[in-house]
């Protein structure tokens, strides 16, 4: 479809029932971005007669904070913030991605490699991406893409996952026939971040963009970790799922983030284990006299988090499937609580005047009175806060957020059903 017909389609009852399931109350002003992005890549490629639209979400962590990198359990879901595309095979021998802001970002098919000197690019995430599909019998050629971004950076909410997701789609689609899976594409993705831009990630990120909606993730096997979609409607619950902006600054806290998993490798060590999951909770319970001398106490408390939140997720799942809200509710206060008391990834050590994350919760704590539940929202120490909000107490819920931490702090999100995908296929 060339680009005229695709603004026309835009006002078909079709393309606007997409809409609705990909971005609910939110549509509208979906589909003038998707006009917009069909007019950028008018002015940066000029006329195409293949032009295909695509989406990719960003997701929102729910249960298992720092689970995932001992092989844990995690409760995930796709968000109604995405990165769209709208791309189209190419003649030459090179992949052109125009991302809206940026540079534009070329890829030699002539080489495909890992390249040391583009690791933390785009580049690196576009090559890997390809490089991968490559290995798996894809004939990748050449394509024009322009790309738009509505995922909030430092949001936690995985802008990179859902790019990698995205450029993923986009060579499923045009050169092999979709024959790759949602997970697949997720692996993929984590493929590149790993490999070619040298972040060691776990899969969650990538696995909520691209396979959608609620679903849990067992990690316990890495190279077939077991995903599975919830059968629920989230909207129906009564709540709003905020995510908010504790204001807080991510520079320096790499030692903060490392701290973490290096505390519980020594655990493991010490124990003859790779990660905790492979550690029976009794058998770390009989051994805390030996790792209290060997490793500290604040080794103990993190791993205490993990067999917490890991047996958290599957209730939490049962709860919501079961329409047991209260129950749901209970358990998101009870990873907070856990991440603050055991895991600590709330306060950086040390500090005194600035202490966001905290001071975002406890104005959850104030403004909620009981009501709904909040929690740390991913790494921790800076970033966000989760908090789902009964929708009665919505608006006087974000004004006393925006009026603590400034305007535009709290963003009300929606669950998305629908992951990483093609427009109108």
């Known amino acids: ?158 802008s990179s996952a859902a790019f990698e997701v995205l450029i993923g789609n986009i060579i499923n689609a045009l050169f092999f026939e979709n024959r790759v899976s949602p997970v697949e594409i997720a692996q993929i993705g984590q493929y590149a971040e790993n490999v070619y831009f040298g972040k060691p990630s776990g899969l969650m990120d990538q696995t909520a963009s691209s396979v959608g909606n609620m679903l849990t993730i067992d990690f316990e096997d890495t190279a077939n970790p077991v995903v599975r979609r919830l059968d629920i409607e989230f909207e129906k619950s009564g709540l709003a799922l905020c995510i908010i902006d504790s204001g807080a600054d991510h520079a320096d806290l790499t030692d903060e983030y490392a701290a973490i998993p290096l505390e519980l490798k020594k655990i ?53 499937e079961e329409g047991d809200i209260d129950t749901f509710l209970r358990l998101v206060k009870e990873s907070g609580y856990s991440s603050w008391m055991y895991l600590q990834n709330i306060v950086p050590c040390g500090s005194k005047e600035h202490q966001e994350m905290a001071l975002a919760l406890a104005l959850c704590d104030r403004l909620l009175n009981g009501r709904g539940a909040y929690r740390v929202h991913g790494g921790g120490f800076a970033g966000t806060v989760q908090a789902f909000v009964p929708i009665d107490m919505l608006d006087a819920f974000r004004q006393g957020m925006e009026d603590a931490l400034g305007e535009g702090s709290c963003h009300v999100l929606s669950i998305r059903p629908v992951g990483g995908t093609q427009i109108l296929v």
């Open 268 to 320: 493991c060590r010490l124990l003859g284990k790779e990660v905790l999951r492979e550690i029976p909770e009794q058998e770390f319970m009989a051994a805390i006299p030996k790792i209290r001398a060997e490793v500290g106490d604040r080794a103990i408390l993190r791993a205490l988090h993990f067999y917490g939140d890991n047996e958290r997720v599957p209730k939490q799942a049962r709860a919501l």
């Open 1 to 158: 479809m060339n680009i005229d017909a695709w603004k026309r389609e835009l006002k078909n009852a079709g393309f606007q029932e997409k809409m609705h399931q990909l971005y609910g109350q939110k549509s509208l002003e979906n589909t003038a971005r998707y006009e917009k992005l069909l007019e950028m890549y008018r002015e940066t490629f000029g006329e195409s007669e293949t032009l295909a639209l695509f989406s990719a979400p960003g997701r929102t962590e729910i249960g298992g904070n720092h689970t995932d990198h001992q092989h844990g359990r995690v409760l995930a879901a796709s968000v109604d913030m995405d990165m769209i595309a709208a791309a189209s095979k190419a003649e030459a021998k090179e992949i052109c991605v125009q991302s809206e802001g940026y540079p534009m970002c070329r890829i030699s098919l002539e080489d495909l490699s890992m390249k040391e000197e583009e690791k933390n690019s785009t580049a690196a995430l576009i090559r890997g991406v390809a490089a991968r599909f490559a290995e798996l019998g894809c004939k990748v050629e050449g394509f024009h893409a322009c790309v738009m971004s509505s995922v909030l950076p430092g949001s936690g909410i995985s």
